[in-house]
């Protein structure tokens, strides 16, 4: 992830965090992979450990070293790209502690990208760190019974659900006859597979087939025309209660004594969601945004948009959720926390108006 921001900065491209959610291939890879995952925890197939990899299962049953030397160095690369699939799928959001991190980080030098970058990857390694350090830990954990089936499949639910959410996100990108074909492959891959066995295919048919249907899922986005991000004064529809972004507005409103509050979200930030149900959307919060002295713009973020990027970046900014107020006492605007309270929003608001 920093040599990809890197990179994009030494093209001279903006760079946020989250924006490979903004691309409908990704989109639809992430969709596979994710089905994928979930197909195994229901069972309707098995990938067998390779003999060098069987010697992992050995690792915490008190035969010290043997996981380790069967296992090989083959092992670690799993491990790696697990985690690193693991972090592309947790990208969409910076809140509620990692904004700060980022915004700094962006901002600065390759080096210094670097250095941020690997002191994250080092926080997401820790719990795993821990227990190598201390193998000990292993025997607290529950013991393997019939426990692990069930869990496997309400893991496998939780994963067709976030399926099922990146292909919303793939509609609101592409189309919702996309995201409903895409559906319909992955839906198709998942009976290949179960009833693989029963199809009688011979040979490589059956793998062919599974090829051929996660290729065509994944590449189908790319061959439909996918939307185009509007301006931001231009907008998407606005929704009820809120006004377009429109950044040349707010001075000329500022002037007139109103308030104003901009909110950036993104179909694919699930924090965005959460501080528009929970706060934004609710009481107290609501009734003070409907008030005559406050105007709400919401800026949408869902596709690649420049204008939307570079306002980010004007207050150090390089992920969303996003919020800002602005007001006659605080002309310039002023970003609020990732996470967002009704006792954070209500008191900016009054601190911009002047009181």
């Known amino acids: 992830l920093a040599s990809g921001a890197v990179a994009l900065k030494a093209l001279g491209l903006t760079v946020g965090w989250g924006i490979q959610f903004q691309q409908p291939l990704f989109l639809a890879a992430m969709a596979l992979v994710i089905s994928l995952f979930a197909y195994n925890m229901f069972g309707f197939f098995e990938i067998p450990l390779p003999v060098w990899a069987r010697g992992l299962a050995s690792v915490g049953s008190g035969a010290p070293g043997q996981g380790q030397a069967q296992g090989g160095g083959h092992g670690l690369l799993g491990h790696f790209l697990t985690g690193a699939f693991a972090t592309l799928l947790a990208t969409p959001c910076s809140a509620p502690f990692l904004g700060t991190a980022l915004g700094f980080a962006l901002a600065r030098d390759a080096g210094e990208i670097y250095l941020i970058f690997s002191v994250l990857g080092l926080g997401l390694a820790l719990p795993y760190l821990l227990v190598a350090a201390l193998p000990g ?6 013991r393997p019974g019939h426990w692990m089936i069930t869990l496997k499949r309400i893991l496998g639910l939780a994963l067709a659900a976030t399926a099922v959410w990146l292909l919303s996100v793939l509609a609101a990108q592409v189309s919702l006859t996309a995201a409903l074909a895409v559906g319909a492959l992955l839906l198709v891959l998942g009976l290949v597979l179960w009833l693989g066995p029963r199809l009688s295919l011979r040979g490589a048919a059956g793998p062919a ?12 986005p790319a061959l439909l025309p996918a939307r185009v991000a509007p301006t931001v004064a231009a907008g998407t529809q606005a929704e009820e209660g809120w006004e377009r972004l429109d950044l040349a507005r707010i001075p000329s409103l500022i002037a007139d004594g109103k308030v104003v509050l901009v909110d950036v979200t993104a179909d694919w930030c699930i924090t965005c969601q959460v501080n528009k149900k929970l706060v934004l959307d609710r009481d107290p919060v609501r009734a003070r945004l409907d008030g005559d002295d406050v105007v709400t713009m919401r800026g949408d973020w869902t596709l690649p948009n420049d204008e939307i990027a570079q306002y980010l970046e004007s207050f150090g900014r390089y992920g969303i959720p996003f919020d800002a107020v602005y007001g006659p006492a605080m002309p310039d605007g002023q970003a609020l926390p990732e996470l967002l309270s009704a006792d954070s929003v209500i008191e900016a608001l009054e601190r911009a108006a002047g009181g």
């Open 209 to 220: 087939l599974v090829v051929l249907l996660a290729a065509a899922a994944v590449l189908l």
């Open 137 to 142: 830990l292993v025997r607290r954990l529950p």
